[in-house]
C-alpha cells in the first residue's frame, strides 16, 4: 500500500468517525426529548391511576371527580399505596398514609392539567388550538410546562369525557368547551350551528 492510498484510506475513516459521531449526537439528542415526554406520560397516567384507585370504593360511581371538586368532605378519599410505591420522584407523591389528609386539605396538590385547560378554554366562544392553549397555560402557570404532546393527549381525554368538542378546520384541529344548557335539559356545545 503506498502513502497516498494509506492518507486517502485514513481521510475516508476520518470523515465516515465524524459523521458517525454527529448522527450519535443527534440520535442521543432524539432520545433525550422523547424520554422527557415519556417520562411527562408517565407522570399523567400514574395520576389517571392514582384518582382511580381514590374513587375505587366510591359509592356511587356515576359520579365524576369533578363534581366532587364543589362539594368537601363528601369522598371517602382512600390512602394512595400502590400506585405510591410505583412512583420514582418523590416530588410528585405525598407519603403513604398521609393521602386522606393531603387530599382534603388539597392545598398542596396542583391542579389537574385537564381542569387548567377546560378553565382557559372556558374564556373563549370561538375555538381554540392545541398549541395556543398551551402557550397560554405557560403563560399563566409559569410552574406547569406539559410538552404539546401531553396537551393534546389531555385535551382528547377531555373529548371523551364529553367535557369539551373537537372541530375540524381545514388541517387544523380546534376545541371549545361543552356549555350545559340553561335549565339543565341536555348540554348546548360551544361553537354548534356554526360554519367549520
Known sequence: MTSQSADTLRSRYAVQAASDLEEN?????ELTERLKVLQQQEALLEDILSLAERYEG????SRLPEQLQDEPGVAQVKPVSRAASRRSSPARTAPVGRGVKAG???KSRQPLLGDLLAE???QYEEPRRAKDLRDELLEKHPDRNPTPQVVRNTLESLVAKGRIRRHKRQRSVLYTLVQPAPGG???VRAGEGRTT
Not at 366510591?58 to 360511581?61: E, H, I, Q, R, T
Open 104 to 106: 382534603a386539605k388539597g
Open 25 to 29: 449526537r443527534r440520535l442521543q439528542q
Open 120 to 122: 382557559l378554554l372556558g
Open 185 to 187: 335539559t341536555g348540554e
Open 58 to 61: 366510591f359509592a356511587d360511581p
